[in-house]
């Protein structure tokens, strides 16, 4: 059975930071595409950042800087870590996973084929 179990959202102020994980079952991170996307409310989902079993790694232009996707690829564990966090990064933010690629894996949330329930991280002052 496959897994994906997000933790760490939390409400914090602009500024602060957040370390998101994804425990990560019944597939290996060194063998998919995993990736992070978010939602905020009435907006579509947004592919934050991916990784692949090669950590090759891809940010999307509004996080870059900020955010930073690492896979422990032992433990089988997906991570985010977030800096400088802005009202706009609200949102739930799930953990998901996809087939293996060579190249760097796609940040397109139709791309993921097994997600978790999602965290809520909370932006406010």
């Known amino acids: 059975q496959i897994q994906l179990v997000e933790s760490g959202g939390a409400s914090v102020q602009p500024g602060g930071s957040l370390r998101l994980s994804c425990e990560v079952s019944g597939i290996t991170t060194a063998n998919s595409c995993m990736g992070w996307v978010r939602q905020a409310p009435g907006k579509e989902r947004e592919g934050v950042a991916s990784?692949?079993?090669?950590?090759?790694?891809t940010v999307a232009d509004t996080v870059l800087g900020r955010f930073a996707i690492s896979s422990d690829h032992v433990k089988n564990f997906l991570y985010l870590e977030m800096n400088n966090l802005k009202p706009e990064d609200s949102g739930v933010y799930y953990c998901?996973?996809?087939?293996?690629?060579?190249?760097?894996?796609?940040?397109?949330?139709?791309?993921?084929?097994?997600w978790g329930q999602g965290t809520q991280v909370t932006v406010s002052s």
């Open positions: 998901a996973s996809g087939l293996f690629q060579w190249a760097a894996c796609p940040l397109t949330p139709t791309y993921y084929k097994y």
């Open positions: 990784i692949n079993g090669l950590d090759k790694i």
